[in-house]
């Protein structure tokens, strides 16, 4: 059964840095693009970040950009995604998913596989 299973986060201060990870289990993610969501409360789920399968084109959302980078590592099977500079408006649960496509994007209609969501605080 294909499973991605999101770690990494937690309580940050403002200006604090996290880095979430992401692990596919019953496939391989050498073929998926990938990319993460959040959702803020009361707000609707977000593209932040994007890959695509051969890691080499990457997409932002616009206030994250700078910030924010997604990377991946087949060998292990996993996606990342470091966030620096993190600010109250990042606090949400971020998503990883997977898309059999060689293009990324930031629609989450097309991706196929989620994660559980691992939850992200920024306060002080």
């Known amino acids: 059964q294909a499973q991605l299973v999101d770690s990494g986060g937690g309580l940050v201060q403002p200006g604090g840095s996290l880095r979430l990870s992401c692990a596919a289990s019953g496939f391989t993610l050498d073929y998926y693009s990938l990319a993460w969501f959040r959702q803020a409360p009361g707000k609707e789920r977000e593209g932040v970040a994007c890959i695509n399968n051969g890691g080499d084109h990457t997409d932002y959302l616009a206030s994250v950009k700078g910030r924010f980078t997604i990377s991946r590592d087949n060998t292990k099977n996993e996606v990342y995604l470091l966030m620096n500079a993190l600010q109250p408006e990042g606090t949400g649960i971020y998503y990883c998913?997977?898309?059999?496509?060689?293009?990324?994007?930031?629609?989450?209609?097309?991706?196929?596989?989620w994660g559980q969501g691992t939850q992200v605080t920024v306060s002080s």
């Open positions: 998913a997977a898309d059999l496509s060689p293009i990324a994007t930031l629609m989450d209609y097309e991706y196929d596989v």
